[in-house]
């Protein structure tokens, strides 16, 4: 039977937990109050994400792929490979959506020097002056996100998403 925590308001997630608990009181439900809560703050910040990407007239995955070859260093390039594997998509989606941004000006594939065979993705200078910008909204629309928290609560809960990601992380290896 899960504990109810009267030290903070009830969530929605409680809500879920109370109807378990009383549909099926035999089942402890207590995993799906974090997971829960995971799913619903990961919705309700990529929403908050997305309203600030407008302004640039970017979507979350547009600017995930603009600030994955950003953050790479100069000259803003990877290999198709590269981008896919740290922006957890499928090769299919990556094709797709690199054609967007190369019909937006924002990337471009130039020849990749080492393996004559393939194409390496590369900011254009119109993407690098866009993503500069989005960068600096976005990292000011993260910190206004997590301003309600206190900064050991923020310290400790971002230990404890670390822990669990690697714990994920290791079950698919």
Known sequence: MPKKNLSRPPDAVDAILAQWQRERPDLD???????GRIKRCAALLEQQLESAFTAFDLSLWEFDMLAALRRGGAPYRLSPTELFSTLMVTSGTMTHR????????????????????SMLVQL??????????????????????????APDAL???????????LALENRRN
């Open 29 to 35: 439900a207590s995993p799906m109050g974090p997971i």
């Open 98 to 117: 690199l054609k967007r941004l190369e019909t937006r000006g924002l990337v471009e594939r130039v020849a990749n020097a080492q393996d004559a065979r």
């Open 124 to 149: 254009t200078p119109q993407g690098l002056a866009l993503i500069e910008r989005a960068v600096e909204v976005h990292v000011a629309n993260e910190h206004q996100l997590l301003a309600p928290l």
């Open 155 to 165: 310290a400790a809960l971002d230990a404890q998403l670390s822990a669990l990601l």
